[in-house]
């Protein structure tokens, strides 16, 4: 029986193959749906499927009557790993999930299929470039990145919106979100000992580990659609300015423009998972203060600037526990901003060097 995607439960089976833009089907004939199934399906905006039988609770015949998806009341429960305070953040986790099956599929021995990833991701890409101010409160709420999938979607995220503050046109913006999804593809070629692994990688492991960034060159060189200086880019998304990166040891001269950008999402995220807090505004600070010769200050100032700007209005805790509002971002030190606070008094975080921003409110 024809079924709309919205109404899928964890249970049912398909009884046709399901395709995407790919000659290869998105989904087999026999596969007894779950959760992170029914997100995928949703992720690549298939609108109805085929199967055999629908799990209780769910009308049958949903694709004739439109008005069952009018009444029919919410679920209690949410699917998401994530409360969903907007579409956004509901399209986001969708892409988490749908991420997680390519790269098992990757694990699998599966090449990229660039098509069906594309068609996946692009619609967050496209609703991030629409609505920009999402990024700062789902940065304010989410934190720390969780996994690997999150951690991807995430760095497509931040290069996307870099790409567009640098204006790069449309078509460039959703090429350099989509490098950064696919940066880390590689690590799909890790043993899966050492994928989730805590501890620093050392000796053997460390070697495995960086190995990864050829790994994410090689699955993805001669893609359709994929620019040359995109893949480029993601295979320098872990060099330095300095030299001391890898895979390939090369200084700034050497590094592409794309290339360095990734560099400073990718850092970016490094210092959010290591801030205890998921403090955003510090993971800014941290890396401003620690990337000293390592990634380009032009570039970095420029990212910390234009994502500093989308936190204008929000309020915020100072350290020396007194309330404002950010009102205006300087561009030589866009992690100290001038702050109005609740006494009227106006503030400036770079005169005033022993106060921070301690959290949101």
Same mark, same amino acid.
Not at 149 to 167: I, P
Not at 297 to 302: A, G, I, N, P, V
């Given at each position: 029986?024809?079924?709309?995607?919205?109404?899928?439960?964890?249970?049912?089976?398909?009884?046709?193959?399901?395709?995407?833009?790919?000659?290869?089907? @998105?989904?087999?004939?026999?596969?007894?749906?779950?959760?992170?199934?029914?997100?995928?399906?949703?992720?690549?905006?298939?609108?109805?499927?085929?199967?055999?039988?629908?799990?209780?609770? !769910?009308?049958?015949?949903?694709?004739?009557?439109?008005?069952?998806?009018?009444?029919?009341?919410?679920?209690?429960?949410?699917?998401?790993?994530?409360?969903?305070?907007?579409?956004?953040?509901?399209?986001?986790?969708?892409?988490?999930?749908?991420?997680?099956?390519?790269?098992?599929?990757?694990?699998?021995?599966?090449?990229?299929?660039?098509?069906?990833?594309?068609?996946?991701? +692009?619609?967050?890409?496209?609703?991030?470039?629409?609505?920009?101010?999402?990024?700062?409160?789902?940065?304010?709420?989410?934190?720390?990145?969780?996994?690997?999938?999150?951690?991807?979607?995430?760095?497509?995220? @931040?290069?996307?919106?870099?790409?567009?503050?640098?204006?790069?046109? $449309?078509?460039? $913006?959703?090429?350099?979100?989509?490098?950064?999804?696919?940066?880390?593809?590689?690590?799909?070629?890790?043993?899966?000992?050492?994928?989730?692994?805590?501890?620093?990688?050392?000796?053997?492991?460390?070697?495995?580990?960086?190995?990864?960034?050829?790994?994410?060159?090689?699955? @993805?060189?001669?893609?359709?659609?994929?620019?040359?200086?995109?893949?480029?880019?993601?295979?320098?998304?872990?060099?330095?300015?300095?030299?001391?990166?890898?895979?390939?040891?090369?200084?700034?001269?050497?590094?592409?423009?794309?290339?360095?950008?990734?560099?400073?999402?990718?850092?970016?995220?490094?210092?959010?998972?290591?801030?205890?807090?998921?403090?955003?505004?510090?993971?800014?600070?941290?890396?401003?203060?620690?990337?000293?010769?390592?990634?380009?200050?032009?570039?970095?100032?420029?990212?910390?600037?234009?994502?500093? &700007?989308?936190?204008?209005?929000?309020?915020?805790?100072?350290?020396?526990?007194?309330?404002?509002?950010?009102?205006? !971002?300087? $561009?030589?030190?866009? &992690?100290?901003? +001038?702050?109005?606070?609740?006494?009227?008094?106006?503030?400036? @975080?770079?005169?005033?060097?022993?106060?921070?921003?301690?959290?949101? +409110?």
């Amino acid at each position: 029986m024809m079924v709309k995607t919205e109404t899928l439960k964890a249970g049912c089976k398909l009884t046709k193959d399901v395709y995407s833009k790919s000659v290869k089907p @998105l989904m087999k004939a026999g596969t007894v749906l779950n959760a992170t199934h029914i997100a995928f399906l949703k992720a690549f905006l298939i609108e109805q499927v085929e199967v055999d039988r629908l799990m209780p609770g !769910i009308v049958k015949n949903p694709v004739e009557k439109k008005e069952v998806r009018e009444t029919a009341k919410p679920s209690k429960k949410s699917s998401e790993p994530k409360p969903s305070f907007s579409p956004l953040d509901q399209k986001y986790w969708q892409s988490v999930k749908a991420y997680q099956v390519f790269f098992a599929n990757w694990q699998s021995g599966a090449s990229v299929s660039i098509g069906d990833f594309r068609s996946a991701m +692009m619609p967050l890409i496209m609703d991030l470039v629409e609505d920009p101010m999402w990024l700062a409160s789902f940065l304010v709420r989410h934190g720390r990145v969780e996994n690997l999938a999150d951690r991807s979607v995430t760095f497509g995220l @931040l290069s996307a919106f870099f790409a567009k503050r640098s204006n790069y046109s $449309t078509g460039d $913006t959703v090429q350099f979100g989509l490098a950064g999804m696919l940066a880390d593809c590689g690590l799909s070629k890790l043993p899966p000992s050492l994928l989730n692994k805590k501890d620093a990688y050392v000796g053997s492991e460390r070697a495995l580990y960086e190995r990864h960034a050829v790994d994410s060159y090689k699955m @993805l060189k001669g893609l359709q659609t994929l620019k040359n200086e995109t893949v480029i880019a993601v295979v320098q998304h872990h060099e330095r300015e300095d030299g001391s990166g890898f895979p390939l040891n090369i200084k700034g001269d050497q590094l592409s423009l794309n290339g360095k950008m990734l560099m400073i999402c990718d850092s970016f995220l490094d210092h959010m998972s290591k801030s205890r807090s998921g403090n955003v505004l510090s993971a800014l600070d941290t890396l401003r203060e620690f990337s000293y010769g390592k990634l380009s200050r032009y570039l970095l100032d420029k990212f910390c600037y234009e994502l500093m &700007t989308l936190f204008i209005g929000m309020t915020i805790q100072l350290s020396d526990e007194q309330t404002g509002e950010i009102t205006f !971002i300087p $561009t030589k030190e866009p &992690t100290r901003p +001038m702050i109005h606070l609740a006494n009227n008094e106006v503030i400036s @975080l770079a005169e005033n060097r022993n106060v921070t921003i301690e959290r949101f +409110m």
